[in-house]
T-cell receptor
Framework: DAKTTQPTSMDCAEGRAANLPCNHS???????VYWYRQIHSQGPQYIIH???NNETNEMASLIITEDRKSSTLILPHATLRDTAVYYCIVRVAPTDSWGKFQFGAGTQVVVTP | KAGVTQTPRYLIKTRGQQVTLSCSPI?????VSWYQQTPGQGLQFLFEYFSETQRNKGNFPGRFSGRQFSNSRSEMNVSTLELGDSALYLC????????????FGSGTQLSVL
């Protein structure tokens, strides 16, 4: 699975959009981009994933560049409860695979009032 | 629907002892994975079980073992505990091996003295 690079930390003002970048320059054509987050003292929580098209759900939007070498997770209106470590993961996801998720160091996001 | 349940929540052991951690997956989920999380190494994959068989294994010594029961519940065992085994142990379940979303429990915080 391709490796990812994320900033170590970032701050965001409450109510503003938070844009979290992730570089995955060695991504292969069959590898998906996943985002998880981990709030303190809890297990990681799934946010969103995508292959090449932009995706949106009730939690966030995922923007993947045309060459797929980078992506951005957007939290449209950050709240204090969005303070967490955000992990960008790239992995192959065929339906019959039992591969493993590799988590990097992630980005510590702090939302301030 | 109940989430992934891990017991106990906290555990204190001494070096040389052994420990067994328990994980009950979400109802209907047949795959269970185990992860170790430490401040220095981050989140590291231990192993994944599906239909009572280990399907994937991370890079951990043989002191770390696991099993899965017919009802999909899983246990993880660590023998001859070392100080470096102090960590948060997380269990995650998913419906099938190829399912995209992992659902994590809150973990067992193990302290080895």
């Amino acid at each position: 699975d391709a490796k990812t690079t994320q900033p170590t930390s970032m701050d965001c003002a409450e109510g503003r959009a938070a844009n979290l970048p992730c570089n995955h320059s060695t991504i292969s054509g069959n590898e998906y981009v996943y985002w998880y987050r981990q709030i303190h003292s809890q297990g990681p929580q799934y946010i969103i994933h995508g292959l090449k098209n932009n995706e949106t759900n009730e939690m966030a939007s995922l923007i993947i560049t045309e060459d797929r070498k980078s992506s951005t997770l957007i939290l449209p209106h950050a709240t204090l409860r969005d303070t967490a470590v955000y992990y960008c993961i790239v992995r192959v996801a065929p339906t019959d695979s039992w591969g493993k998720f590799q988590f990097g160091a992630g980005t510590q996001v702090v939302v301030t009032p | 629907k109940a989430g992934v349940t891990q017991t106990p929540r906290y555990l204190i052991k001494t070096r040389g002892q052994q420990v067994t951690l328990s994980c009950s997956p979400i109802s209907g989920h047949r795959s269970v994975s185990w992860y170790q999380q430490t401040p220095g190494q981050g989140l590291q994959f231990l192993f994944e079980y599906f239909s009572e068989t280990q399907r994937n294994k991370g890079n951990f010594p043989g002191r770390f073992s696991g099993r899965q029961f017919s009802n999909s519940r899983s246990e993880m065992n660590v023998s001859t505990l070392e100080l470096g085994d102090s960590a948060l142990y997380l269990c995650a379940s998913r419906r099938e091996i190829g399912a995209e979303k992992l659902f994590f429990g809150s973990g067992t915080q193990l302290s080895v003295l």
